[in-house]
């Protein structure tokens, strides 16, 4: 059996595993990615759970997007600033003597989930990773659409509402402010898991507010790309997905036009799709 080492770089934690080419995991290991901290300390962490790993053809990086493909570059990198335009893949490459391959992580989850998840028996998904920011991909006949410069399915920046504050570069009122893990933090200073579990009234508001607007953002992806179904994942779903789920679809019902309100709007099932993706990409 062959293997590939995958690894899932996120806001958060950094995870890696072997894959094998059954999409199975061994070996899953993880940190905190230091996401705040200087490229060389980011990059020393890596390596520092790459190193233990032997017997495997390719590393393969599930890195927040968008990205460079050509040069292996992160384009832009809201939630890990350091690693905008740094050589992570090839300084890896060297450091391992290995083939370093880059994919966006969202896209990695997304070729999972519908190769062996909840998108497997439909021939097109979009899958939004709800987490600390918000990103997705379109895959259609088991294939990643990335578009003309790597830039295909970056919703994080689609505008739901003009009249919300500044908050980064990203425009005003782009959803992964209004909505991500990260900016439900900032809106109502406590921890994302808090929010949720909390009775307060203006924290159940926030919450209310952005069920509206992710089902904004899903019924204007399917206006573009008419998917056959939505695969919904990441660390927010995973967790709390029960208490703003029925909000949101009630909402999309709402929104979309009358022949998408039917579009199923599908939980993610892999536990680790980002790292099965990845591992997967490597042998495609």
Same mark, same amino acid.
């Given at each position: 059996?062959?293997?590939?080492?995958?690894?899932?770089?996120?806001?958060?934690?950094?995870?890696?595993?072997?894959?094998?080419?059954?999409?199975?995991?061994?070996?899953?290991?993880?940190?905190?990615?230091?996401?705040?901290?200087?490229?060389?300390?980011?990059?020393?962490?890596?390596?520092?759970?790459?190193?233990?790993?032997?017997?495997?053809?390719?590393?393969?990086?599930?890195?927040?997007?968008?990205?460079?493909?050509?040069?292996?570059?992160?384009?832009?990198?809201?939630?890990?600033?350091?690693?905008?335009?740094? *050589?992570?893949?090839?300084?890896?490459?060297?450091?391992?003597?290995? @083939?370093?391959?880059?994919?966006?992580?969202?896209?990695?989850?997304?070729?999972?989930?519908?190769?062996?998840?909840?998108?497997?028996?439909?021939?097109?998904?979009?899958?939004?990773?709800?987490?600390?920011?918000?990103?997705?991909?379109?895959? @259609?006949?088991?294939?990643?659409?990335?578009?003309?410069?790597?830039?295909?399915?970056?919703?994080?920046?689609?505008?739901?509402?003009?009249?919300?504050?500044?908050?980064?570069? /990203?425009?005003?009122?782009?959803? @992964?402010?209004?909505?991500?893990?990260?900016?439900?933090?900032?809106?109502?200073?406590?921890?994302?898991?808090?929010?949720?579990?909390?009775?307060?009234?203006?924290?159940?508001?926030?919450? @209310?507010?952005?069920?509206?607007?992710?089902?904004?953002?899903?019924?204007?992806?399917?206006?573009?790309?008419?998917?056959?179904?939505?695969?919904?994942?990441?660390?927010?779903?995973?967790?709390?997905?029960?208490?703003?789920?029925?909000?949101?679809?009630?909402?999309?019902?709402?929104?979309?036009?009358?022949?998408?309100?039917?579009? *199923?709007?599908? /939980?993610?099932?892999?536990?680790?799709?980002?790292?099965?993706?990845?591992?997967? /990409?490597?042998?495609?």
């Amino acid at each position: 059996m062959k293997y590939n080492l995958a690894l899932d770089l996120g806001g958060t934690n950094v995870r890696t595993a072997l894959v094998d080419e059954r999409g199975n995991l061994s070996h899953l290991k993880a940190t905190s990615s230091k996401a705040q901290a200087r490229a060389l300390e980011i990059e020393n962490n890596i390596k520092e759970l790459l190193v233990t790993y032997t017997n495997y053809e390719k590393l393969i990086l599930a890195l927040p997007g968008p990205l460079d493909y050509e040069r292996k570059l992160m384009r832009m990198a809201t939630n890990i600033p350091a690693l905008q335009g740094y *050589p992570l893949a090839a300084n890896l490459s060297v450091y391992l003597n290995k @083939e370093v391959l880059v994919e966006k992580d969202s896209s990695c989850a997304a070729f999972a989930e519908a190769l062996l998840g909840s998108g497997r028996n439909y021939e097109s998904i979009y899958y939004i990773t709800h987490s600390t920011g918000i990103g997705g991909c379109f895959i @259609e006949n088991k294939k990643i659409l990335r578009g003309h410069c790597g830039f295909a399915g970056e919703i994080g920046g689609i505008i739901i509402d003009r009249q919300r504050e500044k908050v980064n570069h /990203l425009n005003i009122g782009a959803i @992964e402010n209004e909505a991500s893990g990260l900016n439900l933090e900032r809106k109502s200073a406590k921890p994302a898991s808090d929010l949720f579990n909390s009775d307060d009234i203006n924290d159940k508001q926030i919450i @209310e507010t952005m069920a509206y607007d992710l089902a904004q953002l899903l019924a204007t992806i399917a206006l573009v790309l008419d998917p056959a179904c939505f695969v919904w994942g990441g660390g927010v779903a995973r967790h709390a997905s029960a208490k703003y789920f029925p909000m949101m679809l009630k909402h999309f019902r709402d929104l979309a036009q009358p022949c998408q309100k039917d579009i *199923p709007v599908i /939980l993610s099932t892999l536990a680790e799709p980002g790292l099965v993706g990845a591992g997967l /990409l490597g042998f495609n």
